[in-house]
């Protein structure tokens, strides 16, 4: 759990809006859907979760320990993303703080049945708004295995600029690096 050690001094929002989509808090009714994610490993395939979470008693204690930690110092900044139609759990978008700086990384991530609709770009879009219009978070950035096309796609289309590959010790390999800063996603519109 050392790469939660850092947190932001930023407040989690208690809910977000989009046209289709509601992102707040995880609340103990997404236990399932989450569980469920956590263990599909198509869904998890890109993510830097390590074998142990995604047990049934790892997942659990990661969702409790997300749940214990919001509004404290060493909060977690995960928001589950909620579509609005049927309030069905479609997956998560957050933030972890970059070692060294100021910078966030952006993560989401949906399952499956949902994905090619738009929500990750619209959730994230959101995400984004927020952060650099209520802290002093200047740039997030995102890490992306080459073989994550969706995942590149979505960084694109929320105004992120793809800067080369690099090296993270997270995902032991290299991947590629996406960038917003604050005056470029407002300069967007």
Known sequence: MSYFSRAFNLKIPER???????IRPFENKDWEPFFSFMRDEVATQYLSFIKEQKTYQGAEELFHLILERYGKENQIFVLAVIRKSDDQYVGAVGLLPVEGGTDAEVFYSLIPKYWGKGYATEATHRLFAYVFSESDINRIVASIYPM??????????????????VMRE???SKVKLYIIKREDFFSRG
Not at 16 to 22: A, K, P
């Open 170 to 172: 997270l995902q032991g």
């Open 16 to 22: 977000l809006e989009t046209d289709r989509l509601y």
């Open 148 to 165: 994550n096309k969706a995942s590149e796609k979505v960084a694109k289309r929320v105004g992120m600029i793809y800067k080369g590959f």
